[in-house]
């Protein structure tokens, strides 16, 4: 299975009585897709992951947005409950059948973790989380995007993480230099949207601090500092 990626946010003033009208705001800040500016779903959780969530919405039908999701959410206003929204957002993708690029929407799960939810996880996991989609929207695939990538690509070490034939076909298809290019470049798109995102987050809640961080990636912001920093 595919590793995810993360945005945590934890904020100076967080309690029972902030949580909903700053679980909204980051609600606004979120980049939803283009082609579908409102939210799926909400699923309202108590105690843990492992209990029946207590109130679920379909939003499709009813084009809800920030607002109408807080509200909500604000129905069911516990410490011990979590919050969580799913839309979609716009993303960079490479289709190794084709062999081709999309920007194309991606399912994105925002979530508001009270201060008691699941033995106080949001002390950890943040009081709001986003997961973001697959880590390699981010990263690349294999270590593509790693220094000095384009040296050592053909090598025999390097073919023999690829023993799928489509991963074999995307190995050699990124072993042209323009090819290899182009996939630096929509990855740092994705990049930069989603730090334009942190940015917006920062101007709209009283952030104390924020992490990305991933299944993969031992310091998940070093490898996307590093990756926008190559041309």
Known sequence: MANHAYLRVWTRDFSLETMIPEFARFLTTAP?????????ELVVQAIDPGETPIAEWDLRPSQAGAAEVAAMAAQHLNPDTAYIASATWDLWTF???????????????LVCHGP???????ASAGHFQADLGFEHFFTGHAGLL?????????SPSSANSFEHPVEHTFRQWMAASNNLK???????ENIQQLFNWVDAIERAL?????ELWS????NMEARLDGILAQR
Request: charged letters at 35%; hydrophobic letters at 25%; proline letters at 7%.
């Open 32 to 40: 939803l897709s283009a082609s579908r500016e409102t939210f799926d």
């Open 95 to 109: 289709d190794m059948d084709a062999l081709k690029w999309q920007r194309k929407p991606q399912p994105l799960e």
């Open 116 to 122: 008691d939810y699941d033995d106080g996880i949001a």
């Open 146 to 154: 790693l220094p000095n990538t384009a040296s050592n690509f053909n």
């Open 182 to 188: 182009e996939y630096h470049a929509k990855t740092r």
């Open 206 to 210: 009283p952030v104390e601090r924020s």
């Open 215 to 218: 299944e993969g990636e031992e």
